[in-house]
Nanobody, 121 residues
Framework: QVQLVESGGGSVQPGGSLRLSCAASGSIFSINTMGWYRQAPGKQRELVARITNGGITNYTDSVKGRFTISRDNAKNTAYLHMNSLEPEDTAVYYC???????????????WGQGTQVTVSS
């Protein structure tokens, strides 16, 4: 089975920084795209950032210039470096991965359990 485990969430003051980690483990042959999503209270889950196997990144407009997504393929891990955090960034952040669990198997989407990020004074 495949597991995605997020870590690094917490509470920070406005202007602070956090680094989230997402470690994928289990039956993994290869990982295509990894991404970070978030869901604030009363709102729909939204894409924050994503990164392809080749390192191409995309960000939602509200985090451009503040957040950076990266990945370590050797560790099957994705990161989200968050700087200049704002109260509006408060949400549960979820890791997402599109991966192939076995050679020549299909590609499947997996989700982590989420990690809370709270930005307040």
């Amino acid at each position: 089975q495949v597991q995605l485990v997020e870590s690094g969430g917490g509470s920070v003051q406005p202007g602070g920084s956090l680094r989230l980690s997402c470690a994928a483990s289990g039956s993994i042959f290869s990982i295509n795209t990894m991404g970070w999503y978030r869901q604030a209270p009363g709102k729909q889950r939204e894409l924050v950032a994503r990164i392809t196997n080749g390192g191409i990144t995309n960000y939602t407009d509200s985090v451009k210039g503040r957040f950076t997504i990266s990945r370590d393929n050797a560790k099957n891990t994705a990161y989200l470096h968050m700087n200049s955090l704002e109260p509006e960034d408060t949400a549960v952040y979820y890791c997402n991965a599109d991966l192939r669990p076995r050679p020549r198997s299909g590609w499947y989407v997996y989700w982590g359990q989420g990690t809370q990020v709270t930005v307040s004074s």
